[in-house]
């Protein structure tokens, strides 16, 4: 790359709820396809946030937490946060709404590397829908798993 390219620092977050996730789903998988991303892509890696065996339906995850009050900070560390798939930052709709629009007035956005959703009006609405569809496919999952122990927790795609 150029060097006098100026690089965007970025924030990398992975998540997996559980050790039972498909392998494309690892921690490592994640990261590495992040770190490719961000290297193909014009970011520098600022930092790593991993939250392991943690659901996405819940904010309350000790890395999310402190990835969010980084953020939160004058200087933040990072102008963009890299996602494997929008899923990993959240499952629940209204939390996205609430985190990316805390984001955003911070000049920092949220990005996966694998499903497209640009700033324009129809990436815009992309993004709801794949945001609507995780929390679908997540609560649709609660009472399957909890009937069936040995069902695998792996989104469909």
Not at 49 to 77: H, T
Not at 96 to 120: C, W
């Amino acid at each position: 790359m150029n060097q006098q390219t100026t690089l965007v620092p970025a924030a990398l977050y992975a998540r997996v709820s559980s050790d039972r996730q498909d392998v494309d789903l690892s921690v490592a998988a994640q990261l590495r396809a992040l770190r490719d991303y961000a290297e193909k892509n014009g970011y520098s890696v600022a930092r790593e946030y991993v939250d392991e065996a943690e659901s996405g339906r819940i904010a309350d995850r000790p890395q999310f937490k402190k990835m969010l009050d980084e953020a939160a900070k004058p200087e933040s560390p990072f102008r963009e946060i890299l996602v494997w798939k929008f899923s990993r930052f959240t499952r629940k709709r209204e939390h996205a709404v609430a985190f990316k629009s805390m984001l955003r007035r911070k000049g920092i956005r949220v990005t996966s590397i694998t499903e497209h959703a640009d700033d324009s009006p129809t990436g815009k609405l992309m993004e709801a829908i794949i945001e609507s569809v995780d929390e679908f496919y997540s609560e649709n999952l609660i009472p399957e798993a909890q009937s069936n122990p040995n069902l695998p927790l792996v989104s469909p795609t």
